[in-house]
């Protein structure tokens, strides 16, 4: 499937890469893989099962029964677990902090690889996460790393949630970011790197279509269709 044209973003929590991801799939018509909820879901399954997620082999246990659908829609991804809507709960802060617990686990990272990949359908496909370019897609036509600092990326986290009616402080904010861009970056396997021939994109001081025209204007013109 390496005709098929696939563009990765990666980066940390809050940078806007799902964002970003959804705008330019939208103009390209292009597939969108959520990555992050794709682990989301795995950390939720094993929450629901009481597995603990210190254990690599507790939560890998849980694993075999889940049973997960993704579902594309207009706001990017209906997520199901067994049966069961849950786009809502996956977008949840506990369950974030949980699937970053479980995204440095191998053997979780190796079970839901062909998940990922499996997303790589025609006419193409846009996937954010932390390993796109990296390691799920590493002949990706296109690889972004888009970054910002912790201070922008925790406002736009309390809008986000603030918009969904959940109350937070900035404060506790900054401290789950921060711990976070730590597990992230320092987990031994597939850590979160930016590739060595990504297109490195600072959104701090950019909006979302300053952003996108600058994927954009680094993409070949065989993936322009959209």
């Known amino acids: 499937m390496t005709d098929i044209p696939v563009i990765t973003i990666?980066?940390?929590s809050g940078a806007g890469k799902g964002t970003i991801a959804r705008e330019l799939a939208s103009e390209l018509?292009?597939?969108?893989?959520?990555?992050?909820?794709?682990?989301?879901?795995a950390a939720l399954h094993a929450l629901d099962c009481g597995a603990?997620?210190?254990?690599?082999?507790?939560?890998?246990?849980?694993?075999?029964?889940?049973?997960?659908?993704?579902?594309?829609?207009?706001?990017?991804?209906?997520?199901?677990?067994?049966?069961?809507?849950?786009?809502?709960?996956?977008?949840r802060e506990t369950t974030g902090n949980a699937a970053s617990k479980v995204a440095v686990m191998p053997l979780v990272r190796e079970s839901v690889l062909d998940e990922?990949?499996?997303?790589?359908?025609?006419?193409?496909?846009?996937?954010?996460?932390?390993?796109?370019g990296t390691v799920v897609f590493p002949d990706a036509t296109l690889k972004v790393f888009l970054s910002a600092?912790?201070?922008?990326?925790?406002?736009?986290?309390?809008?986000q949630l603030k918009d969904k009616g959940i109350d937070v402080t900035m404060g506790s904010l900054l401290?789950?970011?921060?711990?976070?861009?730590?597990r992230d970056s320092s987990r031994e396997h597939s850590p979160l790197?930016?590739?060595?021939?990504?297109?490195?994109?600072d959104s701090s001081d950019?909006?979302?279509?300053?952003v996108v025209a600058r994927i954009r204007s680094a993409l070949p013109q065989a993936c322009m269709a959209g």
């Open 10 to 12: 990666d980066g940390p």
């Open 29 to 41: 018509c292009f597939h969108l893989l959520d990555s992050g909820a794709v682990y989301r879901a």
């Open 52 to 91: 603990d997620l210190d254990t690599e082999s507790s939560v890998m246990s849980a694993l075999v029964s889940m049973k997960a659908t993704f579902i594309p829609d207009v706001d990017g991804v209906q997520v199901w677990l067994n049966e069961r809507n849950v786009t809502y709960d996956i977008r």
């Open 116 to 132: 990922q990949r499996s997303f790589r359908t025609s006419p193409g496909l846009v996937a954010d996460g932390r390993d796109m």
């Open 149 to 159: 600092s912790v201070e922008v990326r925790a406002e736009r986290r309390a809008k």
């Open 175 to 182: 401290q789950e970011i921060g711990a976070r861009d730590e």
């Open 193 to 201: 790197v930016a590739a060595h021939d990504a297109l490195i994109i």
């Open 206 to 210: 950019l909006s979302i279509k300053q």
